[in-house]
């Protein structure tokens, strides 16, 4: 039977019993304080510690963030229920197999995405019992959003000690996989066998996370999905842009910094939506994300990785067929210009048409790859459930060994400059 308590180096854990005996989850784990009050925009710090055995028997609160309406495409697909939402956010989630603390089983870190602004890390889709029954541990965390995780403004830099702010939810990122580095050990995990792996801007954090000189040596592998290519940001959006993006966030509110760095949560949140709609006209701007500010984020991911300043390690990525809708073509070429040494890369385009005359949309691959069908409201056939199998055999496989390639299945070929071979993924 899958272990029930941990000890982490903060105190003693309890998880409850997955589906069924082979596994077990601990869920709300904290891996940072809360980021409330003098926190609330700083980098995270380690969490208090605590005496006897904390429950970690349910999720917690999501992040500050934009709700999905009734209705909207997203909001049925992943999303009925959002709420808790607070700030104190700063949790993880740890599905594992391991029966002691020797196994040193492989380890993937799930990193949601949301356009920076939405998601967590246990939306319906997301569950770990696949990789459990595979042999290995998923973790999921949450991460500050929007106005909490990647607000910046001139009077935050000066207050910080090395002259930036924004890229708070970076920084949380990095402070999970510290944490995860340094306790995993005791859910069974094997810290130097880590993987990180996300989805659309959970996609773009990872890029963000191998260019970031923060983040050395904390990631082993890393599996890049509907990140928009390597241009993932969109081009260089510098501390100096969120800076005065920030300024007019405040200018608009008719408040001073003193009284609008002191309002609720809520109000903050609902004074950048009001400003964000006005400057931009009710467009969907994302002005919330990553900037690249010379500590997180030396330069843009895409052109650090042009230049060969990223973690030499193994890479997988790739996009679903819907995603040309949001950024265009993917170039092959796109991806040559990943300069990775002897490292292997391997890259895959979803071309799989979805049940529901949806097609392949963007975020359509995650019921497949956490092999969550049966939670999807979609008449999915034994050919959605024939592929789902495949693709997690896929990504557990890249976990272990650095190669997807597993079993009978398909050959799934290396991605080289003389062989730039896209594979193809489809029921």
Not at 55 to 67: G, L, M, P, W
Not at 332 to 347: F, H, M, S, T
Request: charged share 20%; glycine share 10%.
């Amino acid at each position: 039977m899958a272990l029930l308590t941990a000890n982490t180096k903060f105190g003693a854990v309890s998880g409850v019993p997955g589906g069924y005996t082979g596994y077990s989850v601990f869920k709300g784990i904290p891996y940072a304080a809360p980021p409330i009050n003098e926190l609330r925009w700083a980098a995270p710090v380690d969490s208090a510690s605590w005496d006897g055995v904390r429950a970690c028997d349910k999720f917690s609160a999501t992040a500050i963030q934009n709700k999905q309406n009734p209705g909207d495409f997203y909001q049925k697909e992943f999303f009925p229920v959002q709420e808790p939402m607070s700030e104190d956010c700063l949790y993880l989630n740890v599905w594992t197999p391991a029966e002691s603390d020797t196994e040193k089983l492989p380890v993937m870190v799930w990193i949601h995405g949301g356009a920076f602004i939405a998601g967590f890390g246990h939306e319906m889709e997301f569950d770990g019992e696949a990789f459990c029954k595979r042999g290995v541990i998923l973790v999921t965390i949450n991460y500050r959003l929007g106005c909490m995780g990647y607000f910046a403004h001139p009077e935050l830099s000066k207050q910080n000690e090395k002259g930036v702010s924004g890229n708070y939810g970076l920084l949380d990122q990095i402070q999970a996989l510290k944490w995860v580095k340094e306790n995993i050990k005791a859910f069974g995990g094997d810290a130097d066998n880590l993987t990180v792996f996300g989805q659309s801007a959970g996609g773009g954090s990872v890029i963000s996370l191998c260019t970031s000189p923060l983040a050395e040596g904390l990631i082993n592998k890393a599996i890049i999905q509907s990140a928009g290519g390597i241009k993932t940001l969109g081009g260089l959006f510098t501390l100096k842009d969120a800076e005065e993006f920030g300024s007019r966030v405040v200018e608009h509110s008719g408040l001073s910094w003193e009284e609008f760095s002191t309002l609720s949560a809520d109000e903050v949140f609902t004074k950048v939506s009001a400003a964000t709609a006005a400057m931009f006209e009710g467009k969907f701007i994302l002005r919330l994300l990553p900037c690249m500010d010379g500590y997180v984020l030396p330069d843009d991911p895409g052109a650090a990785i042009e230049s060969g300043k990223h973690h030499a390690i193994p890479y997988m990525a790739g996009w679903v067929s819907g995603d040309e809708n949001f950024f265009g073509d993917h170039s092959n070429i796109d991806w040559l210009k990943l300069k990775n040494g002897d490292n292997p890369v391997y890259i895959y385009r979803f071309d799989h048409d979805v049940p529901g005359n949806d097609g392949a949309f963007h975020s359509s691959e995650l019921w497949y790859i956490f092999a969550t069908l049966q939670r999807c409201w979609r008449p999915m056939r034994g050919k959605d459930y024939d592929l789902s199998l495949r693709m997690t055999d896929y990504w557990t496989s890249f976990a272990k060994t650095a190669n997807p390639n597993c079993g009978d299945w398909e050959v799934w070929p290396e991605y080289t400059t003389q062989k730039p071979q896209v594979f193809a993924l489809k029921g």
